[in-house]
């Protein structure tokens, strides 16, 4: 497609000299070449193609970087990226040093706070515009919350706050899902308009003056009466009472009247915070998207014409893996209830609902309840699973320890994308779920090595009614392209011996038991034969497996997918301070790193960090070369 008006606008700047009869094509220009780019690199394509017209309007008519844009998640902003000065980058998203698939400040001044997890924008917003003030600066503070985020108790926390400080905050709802009053059409619009000028603040303002000097009974009716009035009219009672100046709802997709009543905001100075509310469509533009259940949320390359994925895997995901079994669960438990936030597709619950709809419930973007409801479940014999992913779990853990682990309530906890993520990158990691949950008493943590361990976990965690559970597995699809029947239930704190060996022993917690194996292979190959064990339970931790590792070999070696303080930290605590033998075996645990993990393919991010095959074999290599004398005559010693 040629792009005769996109292919002059580099920066904001260039947008603001564009006529506004010409914005239109602009936003056609603008989704087309979104579509092209995310149909190359992969990513967030529905929530983007539904904001593009917003996008102009807000760098059109705000003086952006000086005034600040704070997209709420970020899933939204590759059009933003697009028009402020990344253009040519644009093709480099997701991959190996190039731009972040959400919002990152140091990647550029035009994103003043970064965002990937939901409802954090008017917290953050709310905090920039109490600095703006502080120091005298009245540059605009714009947050754009999508409908799900307000889902989130912190977009609640955040909005009443505001209110009550009544700061000029800017709040503008992408709303793609809700279905708050009718939003389209010539009287909708109009409303809007008259409620954002000039003309109707100030009567407003009259009303509210010529209200202060009648008796206290008629000025209260007279001021609920005007609020009422346009509550009603439009929908916005709700943000009225939070302390906003509610507008709304207006065409998110009709730029020239997007335009206009961002202009009347800009230039009138409203006393309090204001609430835009804009009616968008995720997918806007392009058939295939719109069409989709999931709208396009997170997909990878695809054919444009089409809409299909490109290579897609035909393995069986974990998290299918998981929907299916505990769905086929649930067919001879009545007990079993499923609970996720926002993501049923996501960690495969769709499967799931379909077949239980009645005891599957998605309770959005709200975490901390999904965990306390779940307790709540538990406290009645149900069985809840509450199915999250390991970063997003985060955001509960006061709710699983003071709710959950405190009553000893057995709530079991499927932990989707555990590990790293590849291209979604650091906020999306599940790096620290091992770490957080294993310093709560009463707690069970199991991590598969594939996906029939993880059918043997669920199936486990089914049977555990004294205390909670978890069971992390990755994101993506595993290695196993068969399943096998051996669904038996697993002995609580057992692990398991894979392969015998000698000198060295490698302990391994999760999905990185290919790698390890992979490894073994090439150390056999210089005749060195190291034991391989899965774990299983990162806790409890089976000791008499430590023991007889410890008692025959040389060389220790853990591995795990996760962060420091996790299943290797408690190995070490078991030799140093519970073993009652002392032992000489030399013991190395292999751990995330002490930094955040860019973002690149999820191949490229665990051999960046020593996880991969050829590292695990060479750290085992060193280890004889380090102890052996003569390595040569080691090799010709094992051959004879």
């Given at each position: 497609?040629?792009?005769?008006?996109?292919?002059?606008?580099?920066?904001?700047?260039?947008?603001?000299?564009?006529?506004?009869?010409?914005?239109?094509?602009?936003?056609?220009?603008?989704?087309?070449?979104?579509?092209?780019?995310?149909?190359?690199?992969?990513?967030?394509?529905?929530?983007?193609?539904?904001?593009?017209?917003?996008?102009?309007?807000?760098?059109?008519?705000?003086?952006?970087?000086?005034?600040?844009?704070?997209?709420?998640?970020?899933?939204?902003?590759?059009?933003?990226?697009?028009?402020?000065?990344?253009?040519?980058?644009?093709?480099?998203?997701?991959?190996?040093?190039?731009?972040?698939?959400?919002?990152?400040?140091?990647?550029?001044?035009?994103?003043?706070?970064?965002?990937?997890?939901?409802?954090?924008?008017v917290s953050a917003g709310l905090g920039i515009k109490i600095?703006?003030?502080?120091?005298?600066?009245?540059?605009?503070?714009?947050?754009?919350?999508?409908?799900?985020?307000?889902?989130?108790?912190?977009?609640?926390?955040?909005?009443?706050?505001?209110?009550?400080?009544?700061?000029?905050?800017?709040?503008?709802?992408?709303?793609?899902?809700?279905?708050?009053?009718?939003?389209?059409?010539?009287?909708?619009?109009?409303?809007?308009?008259?409620?954002?000028?000039?003309?109707?603040?100030?009567?407003?303002?009259?009303?509210?003056?010529?209200?202060?000097?009648?008796?206290?009974?008629?000025?209260?009716?007279?001021?609920?009466?005007?609020?009422?009035?346009?509550?009603?009219?439009?929908?916005?009672?709700?943000?009225?009472?939070?302390?906003?100046?509610?507008?709304?709802?207006?065409?998110?997709?009709?730029?020239?009247?997007?335009?206009?009543?961002?202009?009347?905001?800009?230039?009138?100075?409203?006393?309090?915070?204001?609430?835009?509310?804009?009616?968008?469509?995720?997918?806007?533009?392009?058939?295939?998207?719109?069409?989709?259940?999931?709208?396009?949320?997170?997909?990878?390359?695809?054919?444009?014409?089409?809409?299909?994925?490109?290579?897609?895997?035909?393995?069986?995901?974990?998290?299918?893996?998981?929907?299916?079994?505990?769905?086929?669960?649930?067919?001879?438990?009545?007990?079993?209830?499923?609970?996720?936030?926002?993501?049923?597709?996501?960690?495969?619950?769709?499967?799931?609902?379909?077949?239980?709809?009645?005891?599957?419930?998605?309770?959005?973007?709200?975490?901390?309840?999904?965990?306390?409801?779940?307790?709540?479940?538990?406290?009645?014999?149900?069985?809840?699973?509450?199915?999250?992913?390991?970063?997003?779990?985060?955001?509960a853990y006061d709710q699983v320890v003071h709710d959950v682990?405190?009553?000893?309530?057995?709530?079991?906890?499927?932990?989707?994308?555990?590990?790293?993520?590849?291209?979604?990158?650091?906020?999306?990691?599940?790096?620290?779920?091992?770490?957080?949950?294993?310093?709560?008493?009463?707690?069970?943590?199991?991590?598969?090595?594939?996906?029939?361990?993880?059918?043997?976990?669920?199936?486990?965690?089914?049977?555990?009614?004294?205390?909670?559970?978890?069971?992390?597995?990755?994101?993506?699809?595993?290695?196993?392209?068969?399943?096998?029947?051996?669904?038996?239930?697993?002995?609580?704190?057992?692990?398991?011996?894979?392969?015998?060996?000698?000198?060295?022993?490698?302990?391994?917690?999760?999905?990185?038991?290919?790698?390890?194996?992979?490894?073994?292979?090439?150390?056999?190959?210089?005749?060195?034969?190291?034991?391989?064990?899965?774990?299983?339970?990162?806790?409890?931790?089976?000791?008499?497996?430590?023991?007889?590792?410890?008692?025959?070999?040389?060389?220790?070696?853990?591995?795990?997918?996760?962060?420091?303080?996790?299943?290797?930290?408690?190995?070490?605590?078991?030799?140093?301070?519970?073993?009652?033998?002392?032992?000489?075996?030399?013991?190395?645990?292999?751990?995330?790193?002490?930094?955040?993990?860019?973002?690149?393919?999820?191949?490229?991010?665990?051999?960046?960090?020593?996880?991969?095959?050829?590292?695990?074999?060479?750290?085992?290599?060193?280890?004889?070369?380090?102890?052996?004398?003569?390595?040569?005559?080691?090799?010709?010693?094992?051959?004879?």
């Amino acid at each position: 497609m040629e792009y005769t008006l996109l292919d002059k606008i580099n920066f904001p700047s260039d947008l603001r000299s564009i006529k506004k009869n010409d914005l239109k094509k602009v936003s056609d220009e603008l989704r087309q070449k979104t579509i092209e780019t995310v149909s190359k690199t992969g990513g967030h394509l529905g929530a983007g193609l539904g904001v593009v017209e917003l996008t102009i309007a807000l760098h059109y008519v705000f003086n952006t970087p000086r005034d600040k844009l704070i997209w709420d998640v970020g899933h939204q902003a590759y059009p933003h990226k697009i028009i402020t000065g990344r253009k040519k980058k644009i093709e480099t998203l997701r991959k190996k040093n190039g731009l972040y698939g959400f919002v990152k400040r140091k990647e550029s001044e035009y994103d003043p706070f970064g965002t990937a997890h939901s409802s954090t924008a008017v917290s953050a917003g709310l905090g920039i515009k109490i600095a703006k003030d502080i120091n005298k600066d009245n540059a605009n503070v714009v947050c754009v919350v999508g409908d799900g985020a307000l889902s989130a108790g912190l977009a609640y926390e955040g909005l009443n706050n505001a209110g009550a400080l009544k700061k000029r905050l800017i709040v503008i709802l992408n709303d793609n899902k809700m279905s708050i009053d009718k939003p389209v059409g010539a009287m909708s619009t109009y409303l809007t308009r008259l409620l954002s000028s000039k003309s109707y603040s100030s009567l407003r303002n009259l009303i509210k003056k010529f209200s202060t000097v009648l008796p206290n009974n008629i000025s209260k009716t007279l001021y609920r009466t005007e609020e009422f009035s346009k509550g009603l009219l439009s929908g916005g009672t709700l943000f009225e009472e939070l302390g906003f100046y509610y507008l709304g709802p207006i065409d998110g997709h009709n730029v020239n009247e997007l335009v206009s009543v961002l202009e009347n905001i800009r230039d009138n100075k409203f006393n309090k915070p204001i609430f835009l509310h804009c009616i968008t469509k995720k997918g806007k533009g392009y058939e295939p998207a719109e069409k989709s259940n999931d709208k396009f949320h997170g997909v990878n390359k695809f054919n444009i014409e089409t809409g299909q994925t490109i290579d897609q895997s035909n393995k069986k995901s974990y998290s299918k893996v998981f929907g299916e079994t505990l769905s086929k669960a649930a067919e001879t438990d009545e007990k079993i209830i499923a609970i996720t936030a926002a993501m049923m597709s996501g960690t495969g619950l769709d499967i799931f609902n379909l077949k239980h709809p009645n005891k599957f419930f998605d309770v959005g973007i709200a975490e901390q309840h999904a965990v306390t409801m779940a307790a709540g479940l538990a406290t009645e014999g149900f069985k809840p699973f509450v199915a999250i992913y390991s970063t997003f779990l985060q955001r509960a853990y006061d709710q699983v320890v003071h709710d959950v682990a405190l009553q000893k309530l057995p709530v079991r906890f499927a932990i989707d994308r555990a590990g790293l993520v590849g291209s979604d990158g650091p906020t999306h990691a599940g790096s620290y779920d091992i770490t957080y949950l294993s310093t709560l008493p009463n707690f069970i943590i199991m991590a598969p090595s594939n996906q029939n361990e993880l059918i043997r976990m669920i199936n486990t965690s089914v049977l555990i009614d004294d205390r909670p559970s978890a069971f992390r597995y990755p994101r993506g699809a595993g290695e196993i392209d068969n399943m096998d029947s051996n669904y038996d239930i697993l002995e609580i704190g057992k692990g398991t011996i894979i392969k015998e060996g000698n000198d060295v022993a490698i302990l391994n917690l999760g999905t990185r038991m290919q790698s390890c194996e992979e490894a073994i292979k090439l150390l056999n190959s210089h005749n060195i034969y190291p034991t391989l064990a899965d774990a299983r339970f990162a806790k409890p931790i089976d000791k008499n497996l430590l023991d007889r590792l410890l008692d025959n070999h040389k060389f220790l070696i853990t591995i795990e997918e996760g962060s420091s303080g996790g299943f290797g930290s408690s190995v070490l605590n078991y030799i140093h301070n519970e073993r009652r033998k002392s032992t000489l075996t030399k013991v190395n645990n292999i751990y995330f790193p002490d930094r955040f993990i860019d973002h690149q393919s999820s191949e490229d991010q665990y051999k960046e960090i020593g996880m991969d095959a050829d590292s695990i074999a060479n750290k085992i290599t060193k280890f004889y070369q380090d102890n052996v004398i003569d390595f040569e005559t080691y090799n010709k010693n094992i051959k004879n």
